[in-house]
């Protein structure tokens, strides 16, 4: 019934990445809550609460690093969509941008520790600049896969390709503003953060949901 | 075969995104564990004994969280048993949940370090506090997915959706007055808490199961 | 194509309920390396080799917790392979199962922590006592679906089902027995925790198995 | 449809058994992230910095374990594309290498706070020899699966097999080698564990994937 009896090998390939790669995300996205520790010896419930207000850089961090996940492992999806086989320098650089989500609980953690902190600035740099680097490892892997087309389902349109391309080659420069404003203001860089996130995670953001909705 | 091709393709993205959040369910339940401590230094084994039996609270604790997720998890699945196609708002509704879901174990391990002391009433009050928010996530993304039958599936019968609005709409009261009572006894906003997961994982009180039984 | 249509969706269903099981039974069977503590402050390599293979028993534990819920995750797929339908009262005591497994890293970090020491005898009780519960819901969940072939497929074999039921009615007995050996010798009730994980191992002792083989 | 009902029943629990081992693969690979510690007390930003900086033997050995584990992943992956059915036998080994596969953050964790000590040659060895008995395991699986193609698909193409054969028995000499080299150098050892991940990620090295890419 299948015209051409690799495309469906091809599929079950690629469903497989995704679902190693969707598991790594659900896993890493759920660790962060080990970065949030119960303040030990509060006499009170008053120093109770206050030691749990008074953690909110950790929420703060909690927040933004699920969110960051959270619109990565929608923009992974979004662009095995149009990804319909593989190959070994796919897996390899796919093991990079994994390498890099399963790393986000580290500098979250940092970051949770020393926002309020002299050393603040220096966590807020190595936060963003570690998306800095995922942001980089996912152009690595889009450039790989959409060059000449080489990895794409055939029906994949040229035009939405295009436009992922220029969407995503944004990314790295965003997070390297975000590395930057962490020198002037720590508060600032980490909004900036929040703000990539929750701006990428618009519809209107993104080539792949039009064309989603096109009938 | 399939009259309209689109909806297999709709299938696979919410199958997709179910996929996703079991993951999230999954490894949040299991987290919980980490919320037990071994105790150190015991001498003898009455010590020991007395030692493991004296963190009752962190036990009970750990039921009833392990119990909510549970019952969160069941609850999740039957609404996309209903939801036929998914749009932006309702993966960011549903990130929205699964933030809550992941954040579960932190309120748990509060409740289990503060039951027996002085501060209990404010971990009491942290822990329900949390299911307020996670019961009101629970809703919008429901009402969002219903609204106008906007994301349903058309086959859904309407007098089940309605039950199961009117019944998610009593989520947030039932987890606010476990809040509440937490300020007049921990054990009974606790017992309240766990005594919530029980009824609700009761068939009689889920729309979704009699018309699941309905021939 | 399919006769019945409700059968296609019940095999879906506890298709969804057996991935979710899955995913608790990987993430408490790998969470139990957590309970391996890297041993700080080493001076010298002899002493750090003297204080890895001082923690034979936190090994010992890793390795029976990792066999034992080894061995619970392909008998609960055995079972899953007879049951053709869910309900409510099958989601609550595959609830209470997987309740007991995300607990095992508890009790054999108590184990890995007082083997050696006065409080071991306790410690290897808690650990046996364990999974005195689990295999107690374990034989709740299979004679609820078996009872009258309840939620059983109508293909499954009634020899087969009751050889079943008298193989798991055993478990509970043997774990009892290990936990009463362990107020006579740790070592000996250690020992026949593993030798039972490895024994059920066997396929000779599994009906399912031997049902499986034939054609 | 199908000529052998019982092939869609061996191909629906190899694919279970493979499932299993994806999730443990993937959850193992996202707890090296626990091995590293987040810095405390650090007054100002250079010390943080500092402290992160001298921290480099814990990313050394994460990105190692991280490598390592999934090059396992792939090559569990490749060799299940040819077992075509499974027995007790093969749960039992494949049990064991997911065994090795969970144990890797326990030496990952010694590796990394000892690599820069005296103790850091027992360290990188305790490391290697973990690689040597994962790589028998692997090749243990291999030869049950393999041997006189008990297991394998009967399209298995002996050339590819013997190839696999011999390249899998490689694997436990070039990690006894590290394991060796530990004792000279720390580095060299490290460094060479390292070299063995990315060389075995390449495709030329990899008979499956000569044959995958075969039309």
Known sequence: MNAAPGAAADAKETARIEAFSDGVFAIAITL????LKVPRGMAEGRDLLAALVGQWPAYLAFVTSFATIGIMW????RMFTLIGRTDDGLLVLNGLLLLGV?????PTGV???YIPRAAGRVAAAVYSGTYVVIAVFFNLLWWYAAHYKRLLMSAADRAVVQAITRGYSIGPLCYALALGLAFVSVAASLVLNLALAIFWALPSQNPLVKKGEAP
């Open 74 to 77: 929608i923009n992974h999806h």
């Open 102 to 106: 399963t790393f986000v609980p580290f």
């Open 32 to 35: 962060l809550v080990l970065d």
């Open 111 to 113: 970051m949770a520790e």
